[in-house]
Structure formats: C-alpha cells, structure tokens
C-alpha cells in the first residue's frame, strides 16, 4: 500500500510530466494520487468526464479547491450555483457566446492590428510579452461594449494580477498548509494587488457602454460589491488563459511557413473591399480554426480543473466516498496515445468530436468566455497573417510549457516583416 504522501514529491517537481505519466500508463479509468490525506482521484476515461462535470451540484461540486479562491474572486459566477449561478451566465451569454460576441469583431481586429504595429516595429518579439495585455483589452470590450481601459491602467492590471499568480500556483501545487509568516507575507500582498485591481475595475466601470454586459448585470440588481467581483473574476479567468494560448498560436504560425502562408490567403478570402475581416466570411474560415483548436488541445490553458464529490457516489463503476477530490485534466486527456494518434505532435488534420477534447470544460460549469476567447484567437491568427511573414522562431522544436496557473510558453524569440499583399500595398 503506498504511502498517503508518496506522489507528492513528483507531483511539485514537474507536474505535467507525473500527470502524463500516471494517466498514460496505467489502465483508463480513476487513478488514485498520493498527494496527501484527502483522496485524489485523476479521471483519465473520458467516458466518465462529462457525467461528473454534470452531474447534480450538491452530489459533485466544484469543492475546496475552487473555495481557496474565494479571497480573490469573491462572489462571482465562478464561485456561486443555482439560480443566482443561472442568471449570471444568463447575461454572460447574452455578450459573449461566439454569435454574441462577433458584433465587436471591428473593435477586437483594432486591437490586434495596433499589437501587429508594435511587433513589427521590434523587428524581433517574444509573443508572450504581449498577449497577456490584448486578451486584456478584448475582455474589456466584451464586457463594457467598448474599450475603456487605458495603458496605464492596463500595466497596473498585469502588474497586480502577477502578484498574486504566483501564491495562486502555489496553492494549487502545495499539500502542507504555508507557515504563518509566508501566510502574513501573502495576505499583504493580496491585498495590495487587491487594492490596486478595485482602482482600476473602479474606472473601467465608469466608461461602460449603455448596452454592455456591465449594465445588463446591473440590471440584476448586484450590489456594488457584487458587480465588482464579477467583473474582476471576468478579467483573471480570462486574461491569463487567453494570453498564453494566443502566444503558443503565434508561435506554432511562426514554425511553419506554409500554415501562415495558407492563413494569409484564408485572411484575403475573408476581407472586404475596405480591408476589414467580414463576420460571415470568418465564421467558415476552416484553416484558422483548426490552428486554434489543435493549440487549445496541446496547451489548454485551464490545463486542469477538480470537483468534490459531496455525497457518496459511484463513477464508472466504482463507489466514491464524499469528500474525495476528482482531477480532471485536459493536459493529459488530450495527450493520451490511446485516444490521439502522434498525442505530442501539431496536426491540423484531426477530428475533436472525442470526449477526450475538453480545453474548456464541459456542462454548466462551460467556461463562460469560449466565444470570446476562440473569436480573438483566430482573429489573431487571420490578422497577423494578413499583414505580415514570420522568418525565424528560436526554440525549435516547440519547448515543453511551464506549468503555473495556466501553461506558460519558455522565453520565445520571433522575427516579423512586413507581408506584401494588396491590403499592406494600400496601406502603403
Ligand atoms: C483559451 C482561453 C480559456 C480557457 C482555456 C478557459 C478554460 C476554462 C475552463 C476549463 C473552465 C471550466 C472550469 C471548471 O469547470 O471548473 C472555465 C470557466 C470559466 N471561464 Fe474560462 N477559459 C478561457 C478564457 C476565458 C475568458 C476569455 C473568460 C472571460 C471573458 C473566461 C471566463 C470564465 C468563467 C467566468 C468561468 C467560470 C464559469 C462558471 O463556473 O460558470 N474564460 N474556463
């Protein structure tokens, strides 16, 4: 019988790896992990994915690991259930599901070209630096209908944000509790960052649209306190998980000339007589979707995510006592050999109609910017392309990610110029 901590020193040193490991090699189903006195279980059947993540909220919920993040995220559609949970996502449909969302298609391009513009400008990028910022911006306009958020502001955002990624990594990776001086430290810190993020969410606010996702909250009667976690918890859930994503697109268009050559002519098919990508025309731009999908399955940026079972239960067909903690992790499901073929390997030739493809979640809980996050990662995938060649991407072949609360792509270095094609030639 193992030891109850036995896992734990593989576990902290490299996550990714002992996760691969312990779900690929062992036959599909629960795996239990040693990770301390509470049970863990990782779900590694994809069969049994979707039953859990639908299962009813007072059988199976999002459980304690969710409540660590309560002194950050307060009560937020991330946090609550029911029918204040529904009606919240209610309106969040209403803004950001794909149909939704599309109508700041303009606004979220402008966004894109102005990054384009300061690439291109360094000659030379790492994309990591600068896709944490536009997944940023792209958030504020689904949720205030406009874009409200200064520079200034937008580097006080990252800043504070990155404060407290850390201890949030930390968190989830640690199984002691932290003695009391690093729990003082981390309190102070959490609270500066705290601080420093209400400014902002403060200002943000007061420039919203009229007929924005912000009112329509609004309209829901929130308290102050309310509408301020929502917004917050929007722009963490969002911003991070957006941003590695978009750099590891940027970075597989960079590895392979004929797939960003083969997006520039999807772009010029999509645009219009004024340069702007047409709605329509994206929605059937088959090329950069499967780019984005076939990123969102090698790096998914929610890389894992738990539920509680609170009342016993059986999954699959094993009995499950409450109080036990169920892994689901997307970063090993979606690189299963028994379910994948070449698991490690970028294709844009797959089919994701498999359980086993789950970068977003799956049931209630679905991750509530899908829309917003996959229309902003093909539209940089189709922008980028549209104006400009990558000559050269240093590491090569593609690093294996760092794994915090998303996975972070390694330092990554690109080469940018500008393309010549009838836009660029316009322009000029
Ligand atoms: C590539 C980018 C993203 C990925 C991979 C991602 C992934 C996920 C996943 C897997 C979940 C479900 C977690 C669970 O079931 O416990 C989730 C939930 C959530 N996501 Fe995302 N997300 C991304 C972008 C965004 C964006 C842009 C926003 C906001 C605009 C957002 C807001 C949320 C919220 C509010 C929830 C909680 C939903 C609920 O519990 O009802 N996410 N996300």
Redesign the pocket.
């Known amino acids: 019988m193992p030891h109850m901590f036995s896992d734990v020193r593989s576990f902290r040193h490299d996550p990714l790896s002992f996760l691969l490991a312990r779900g690929n090699s062992n036959p599909m189903g629960l795996q239990r992990l040693h990770l301390g006195p509470a049970p863990v279980f990782l779900v590694t059947d994809p069969a049994l994915i979707r039953p859990i993540?639908k299962a009813p909220e007072d059988e199976i919920g999002?459980g304690r690991l969710?409540k660590k993040l309560t002194p950050v995220f307060g009560q937020s559609?991330?946090m609550l259930h029911g029918d204040e949970?529904k009606r919240r996502?209610a309106v969040?449909h209403k803004h950001?599901a794909r149909g939704n969302v599309e109508r700041y298609l303009p606004q979220m391009c402008a966004e894109i070209r102005a990054v384009g513009a300061r690439l291109a400008k360094l000659g030379t990028f790492d994309p990591h630096d600068f896709t944490a910022a536009l997944?940023l911006r792209t958030?504020c306009i689904?949720v205030f209908g406009r874009q409200v958020i200064s520079h200034g502001d937008e580097e006080a955002l990252v800043q504070a944000v990155g404060m407290i990624e850390d201890d949030l990594a930390d968190d989830m990776f640690r199984v002691m509790p932290i003695g009391p001086w690093g729990w003082l430290r981390r309190k102070r810190r959490r609270g500066f960052a705290k601080l420093a993020m209400s400014t902002v969410v403060e200002r943000l606010r007061s420039g919203a649209n009229q007929t924005s996702a912000l009112k329509d909250l609004e309209d829901l009667g929130l308290s102050n306190q309310e509408l301020h976690d929502e917004i917050l918890?929007?722009l963490l859930?969002?911003h991070h998980?957006?941003g590695t994503?978009a750099a590891w697109v940027l970075y597989h268009m960079a590895a392979d000339r004929d797939l960003m050559d083969a997006i520039a002519d999807e772009a010029e098919s999509c645009t219009g007589s004024h340069g702007e990508l047409r709605v329509d025309d994206v929605r059937k731009a088959e090329r950069s979707l499967a780019l984005v999908k076939e990123v969102?399955r090698l790096y998914?940026?929610?890389w894992w995510?738990s539920r509680e079972v609170l009342k016993t239960t059986t999954v699959g067909n094993q009995t499950v006592k409450a109080g036990t903690s169920l892994l689901i992790c997307?970063w090993q499901l979606q690189r299963d050999p028994r379910l994948w073929d070449a698991p490690n390997e970028f294709s844009l030739n797959r089919k994701y109609t498999s359980d086993a493809y789950?970068?977003?979640?799956a049931g209630?809980?679905?991750?509530?910017?899908?829309g917003?996050?996959m229309l902003e990662?093909q539209l940089l995938a189709l922008e980028i392309a549209a104006s400009y060649r990558f000559a050269g991407v240093t590491p090569n072949p593609a690093p294996w990610p760092k794994a915090s609360v998303t996975l972070i792509p390694p330092p990554m270095s690109i080469s940018i110029s500008l393309r010549q094609t009838s836009r660029t030639l316009s322009v000029a």
Do not use: D, Q, W
């Not at 789950?358 to 979640?361: A, H, K």
């Not at 209630?364 to 899908?370: D, I, L, Q, S, V």
């Open positions: 993540l999002k969710i559609s991330l949970h996502r969040l950001m997944a958030i689904a918890t929007l859930a969002g998980t957006t994503t969102c998914p940026g929610a995510f997307p789950i970068p977003f979640g209630p809980r679905t991750c509530a910017g899908m917003v996050a990662l």
